[in-house]
């Protein structure tokens, strides 16, 4: 028994000690670098199934980018709330949340005894008016012929001029709730009045119910139009800086990413906010009707744009922390070089520090990928 004991005591340790060393030589094998000089040889069907293409490098317009987020903005005479011109009850509404109007488009109708008395109170001004008018220009009349004494064509002027003040206050006061005092006779006389549409937009908010008191002070509808809307972008140290005017943005709103927006930078707010963020302002260039104020959006911000040497997205790949290139050695061979890079766009990879050997080689931007999987590890 004590035999079988020490035995299975050896049996365990022996195989503890091939896992350890097992485990220790691929940690060893994960460290090591590529080749720099690695010559890796293709056949004639790998290399069609690699989709193999090379190019020279070249000199590209690349740039920098800052990420940003903000929100669709309208312009501030493009939004307008409707306000009741004078108190009264709501007796009919005619539109939602949502839908397009045209200014000057009839959005409620309200009602109110006032209506009435202001109407009354004008048409019998109106008849003073006019009395006291062809009264003062008789008077004058016979003040030149000596007819009556020049105190009696002054009161009469001074009756008329205050009908007069009363009569165009009232006029106006009038057209001002939208009733055409020109038109205004006792059997037209009305009981309501329309509430209209400032501008033309969508209807953003709506406060107002059938029945209910509505105020001069208090607006019933908020009208937005997206015409001339622009973009609020909150822009973060240490990025705040590299943003400038006229430098372009591309964005897309979060519902639908895969929509892409131009926009070009106009103004910022020159204050940093208390949450350490900058507000620049953008006018959009591709402005559709599917932008609406209030949208949040992701922007790119194109900052330090000029001509540098670069290549494509799939021309470089990453090992470890380490970016490399494929150089064309021969017709099937190709040999993995280290590169340095800097900044990276949508397309393109800036290349740094490039050599005259560099520039003269033919670079695979096509298939380094498989290239890369074919590569072998130093021990």
Known sequence: MEIKKIQAIIFCLFFLTIISCSVKHHDDKSDHDIKNNELILLSPSQYVH????????????????VLCDGTVIANPNKQ?????????????????????????????ILEHPDYIDLQREFLETKSQYNYYKEDFKRQGELSLEHATSLKKMQQAQNEFRKIEARYFA???????????????????????????????????????????????????????S??????NLKVFDPDAWKVEKDQEIEFNTI??????????????????????????????????????????????????????????????????GLYFIFIKADSAGFIPLKVDIGRISDEYIEVISVSEDLMNAEVVISGASYLLSELSVDD
Do not use: W
């Open 50 to 65: 690699a989709g193999i293409k090379t190019a020279c490098l070249e000199k590209r317009i690349i740039s920098g980018v």
């Open 80 to 108: 307008a709330y409707a306000s009741v011109p004078m108190n009264g009850y709501l007796k009919k509404i005619f539109v939602h949340v949502g839908d397009y109007v045209n200014r000057g488009q009839v959005l409620a």
């Open 170 to 224: 009232l006029k106006e006061h009038l057209e001002f709730i939208g009733i055409d005092a020109d038109s205004l006779y006792v059997d037209r006389i009305k009981s309501s009045i329309f509430l209209k549409s400032p501008i033309s937009g969508y209807v953003t908010k709506s406060e107002g119910k059938i029945g209910q008191f509505c105020t001069t002070e208090l607006p019933v509808f908020l009208v937005i």
């Open 226 to 231: 997206n015409t001339n809307a622009s973009l």
């Open 255 to 320: 519902h639908n990413p895969a929509r892409k927006y131009r926009a070009v930078v106009s103004a910022s707010a020159k204050s940093v906010a208390e949450n350490g963020a900058v507000n620049f302002y953008a006018r959009i260039i591709d402005l559709d009707k599917n932008l609406i104020p209030g949208m949040y959006v992701k922007a790119k911000i194109i900052v330090d744009a000029d001509s540098s040497y670069a290549l494509n997205n799939q021309a470089i790949v990453e090992r470890n």
